[in-house]
């Protein structure tokens, strides 16, 4: 059980079964009466914002979430396919629920599943990876204003604003949160 006192930005607690994310509190007191924590959740199933009010040192419970380390094994429709490393079980998890990070997947990838009772929630990348330009324009020779960018395909299908020397087949060390490049490799 969490307290009112142990709430933080990123904490997760469980309302009614459901489980929320702490995206921002605020400590009130008003004039009258004991104090308040003002809170804006994430509703982790649905992804929806939502306020509440919480009387100072209420008690609110733990979720039952783990972090376990999975291998992409491929999509099928509009589910990712994962494969526990330990029991060698396979789970489904909608792409929309991803946020955007499944473009960044590659088959037999591992990374960290977010799970609340055996269902997955989220997926968790590094905050970088190393990535293959697959598809790009030659840069033109002589053209060297700086911070000339040009629209690059990666090995996993998205597509990023890479500098102009950048050619096809080389590796690109890219930012999983901002999709931006950050280098060669």
């Known amino acids: 059980m969490y307290s009112t006192t142990d709430f933080r930005r990123g904490l997760r607690i469980e309302i009614d079964g459901t489980p929320f994310e702490i995206v921002d509190f605020q400590h009130f007191k008003p004039g ?3 104090a308040i924590v003002r809170t804006k959740m994430r509703n982790l199933l649905t992804g929806r914002i939502m306020d509440n009010n919480f009387r100072s040192g209420e008690k609110v419970g733990r979720p039952d979430m783990e972090n376990r380390d999975m291998q992409f094994l491929y999509r099928e429709d509009a589910n990712l396919v994962f494969m526990d490393m330990t029991t060698y079980e396979q789970i489904y998890m909608p792409e929309e629920t991803t946020e955007g990070k499944a473009g960044f997947l590659k088959e037999g990838q591992t990374i960290r ?3 609340f009772n055996g269902t997955p929630l989220a997926i968790e990348l590094p905050a970088a990876l190393v990535l293959e330009v697959t598809e790009t324009e030659p840069g033109a020779k002589g053209d060297t204003v700086s ?3 040009k ?6 299908g998205i597509v990023i604003q890479v500098p102009i020397f950048v050619n096809q087949g080389d590796k690109v060390k890219v930012n999983t949160d ?4 950050m280098g060669r490799e």
């Open 147 to 149: 911070n000339v960018t």
């Open 113 to 115: 599943v977010l799970l």
């Open 32 to 34: 009258k009466g004991g």
């Open 151 to 156: 629209p690059a395909t990666l090995e996993t």
């Open 178 to 181: 901002t999709r931006e490049y």
